[in-house]
């Protein structure tokens, strides 16, 4: 059997090795159309910023390496030009046709250049390859550059914004959308924006750029901005010009559609990693989730077709994580917005705790925003903080690969030491607070809720009211709200609010079991 894979990134590689693995006898073949291969592209911004220090770290293995090791040939320079499916053979430019008896396609994803005159300047690049890692770092030491425009705020805008920061360059980063990584919702990003401010990084939302010019950007609003170099970050495409020339099926997003095998509607031809479109478990929709991990457990079930197993590759949860500067954003799940496109009913709260005992000096408060449906499944999460947010959302993803619920995190074992944790970790109290809302034992109201008819009550002590509160508000401090029942009307509604919820929360508890039926918590994101 002869197998041809289209394609030397991430998913090509682990299709190929595994399939060695499985079957010693099979011919495996893979074409590469430019000469770089087994890239992890993953670490393009590291090298960029010198985290990385060389080239070679970033690759995972030479064509030699494949060919002793493995028994598995790789052409370079080989570009696939179409796919004969009745002759099953693919024609490659300037060389000759390989047939296959099943083939591969992990071409990946294509970096977006939105159409925008001027955008392909010689000074204007994307991220996508080493040679063009190293041509940007290159044109930035050569011409002394020092003002750099990222165009895009997902993660490759933030990790590249991160780079040339710590190249000492000054940076803007410009986003059409009114918060950066749309993954998360507005209402989490205020902590990692207020986080990129400090590090001097001008940041630009709800802006858009008109026109590039040799060495200005032309803005919606009229304003013109100097630049010396810009970076293109704007999202990726899936590579899907050989299915389409093939007349294999694509999904409504754009990718290949594929099934629970990677196989496509033809069953000799099977695809794997950012180029094919997944299921979303929570929603039921298709859609692109570009992620290293996802392509490597597919390529690992294509190849195990291949070779007789029925391994299969389901729908996703949607995890993601991405580092902005001190400061760590995770999110699993959908967020408001993909719940609302979706018209699935949902409930939230938020919570802020330390990611470890409150009294170790290194310990670091966390923000967390918990998205759950009327019976407890749980629909999203979104986490911010300088350290514990990593494996909270790691938790939580099990916990939703399983059907959890919030009933579920409340019991949620999670490994205790002060250095570590706490003894209720935010994850059993945010499902905790979750269950309250549940058994109508808590009510919530959102800030962007509020009414003339409801009264905001700060039960911060007087210094931090004096700091800073919400328009409108009451001061009633947590420690002295006992005897000031009796100023309290009962026929109105009050809404509670304070640094981090815990104060309110308490409050909330003391004012409902006093006989004040109108009371609310402020469903107020918190800060880190």
């Known amino acids: ?13 682990a299709a190929a090795t595994r399939l060695r693995r499985l079957n010693e006898d099979a011919r495996i073949v893979i074409l590469e159309k430019n000469n770089e291969f087994a ?11 010198d985290i990385v220090k060389e080239a070679d ?16 040939e790789v052409k370079l320079n080989h570009e696939v030009l179409s796919i004969e499916r009745n002759e099953k053979k693919v024609l490659i430019a300037d060389q000759k046709p390989e047939t296959y008896d099943k083939l591969i396609i992990a071409t990946g994803a294509l970096q977006l250049r939105p159409d925008i005159p001027g955008i392909l300047g010689d000074n204007i690049f994307t991220i996508r390859t080493l040679s063009g890692i190293q041509r940007i770092k ?17 993660d490759i805008g933030i990790e590249a914004t991160e780079a040339f920061s710590q190249l000492k360059a000054k940076v803007t980063l410009i986003d059409k959308s009114d918060h950066i ?28 750029i008109k026109k590039f010019g040799d060495s200005e950007v032309v803005l919606d609003n009229g304003k013109r901005l100097k630049f010396d170099m810009a970076i293109i970050a704007t999202g990726v495409k899936p590579d899907v010009k050989l299915p389409i020339m093939a007349d294999l099926d694509i999904g409504q997003s754009g990718g290949i559609l594929v099934n629970k095998y990677m196989q496509t509607n033809d069953a000799n031809i099977y695809a794997c990693g950012d ?19 996802n392509a490597l457990k597919q390529a690992r079930v294509a190849a195990e077709h291949i070779c007789g197993a029925n391994s299969i590759f389901g ?3 949607g995890t993601n994580i991405c580092k902005v500067f001190r400061l760590t954003a995770a999110v699993v799940g959908c967020n408001e917005t993909k719940l609302k496109a979706a018209n699935i009913d949902y409930q939230k709260v938020y919570l802020r705790q330390e990611d470890k005992a409150f009294y170790l000096p290194d310990a670091k408060p966390l923000a967390m925003k918990l998205l759950f449906a009327a019976n407890g499944l749980i629909l999203g999460a979104q986490i911010i903080g300088e350290a514990g947010a990593a494996e909270r959302i790691d938790a939580l993803s099990v916990q939703m690969q399983h059907g959890g619920r919030v009933s579920d995190l409340i019991f949620e074992e999670v490994a205790f030491a002060p250095p570590y944790s706490t003894a209720k970790d935010i994850i059993n109290n945010i499902g905790a607070l979750a269950w309250e809302v549940l058994s109508g034992k808590l009510r919530y109201i959102d800030v962007e809720d509020l009414t003339d008819d409801i009264t905001p009550v700060d039960v911060r002590n007087p210094e931090n009211f004096a700091l800073g509160h919400l328009p409108g508000a009451v001061n009633l401090p947590l420690t002295t709200l006992r005897k000031s029942l009796a100023i309290i009307p009962k026929d109105k509604k009050i809404a509670l609010y304070c640094h981090n919820g815990y104060a309110a929360y308490l409050a909330y508890c003391i004012l409902s079991q006093r006989g004040f039926n109108n009371v609310y918590l402020l469903a107020a994101p918190p800060m880190v």
Do not use: H
Not at 39 to 45: D, M, N, Y
Not at 57 to 72: C, E, P, R, W, Y
Not at 187 to 204: P, Q
């Open 315 to 317: 729908d996703i949860i």
């Open 138 to 154: 290159d044109y930035y030491l050569s011409t002394n550059a020092s003002d750099i425009i990222i165009l895009g705020a997902g």
């Open 181 to 208: 990584l749309p993954y998360f919702d507005a209402d989490m990003t205020t902590s990692l924006e207020k986080e990129l401010n400090s590090r001097d990084i001008r940041l630009l939302l709800n802006t858009q």
């Open 275 to 293: 180029n094919v479109e997944v299921i979303n478990r929570i929603t039921g929709v298709s859609e692109r989730w570009p992620n290293a991990s």
């Open 1 to 13: 059997m002869k197998i041809v894979i289209i394609g030397g990134g991430s998913a090509g590689m």
């Open 39 to 49: 890239i992890a592209s993953c670490g393009l911004t590291y090298l960029l910023s």
């Open 57 to 72: 770290d970033l690759t995972g293995a030479t064509v030699s390496q494949m060919q002793n090791i493995f028994k598995i």
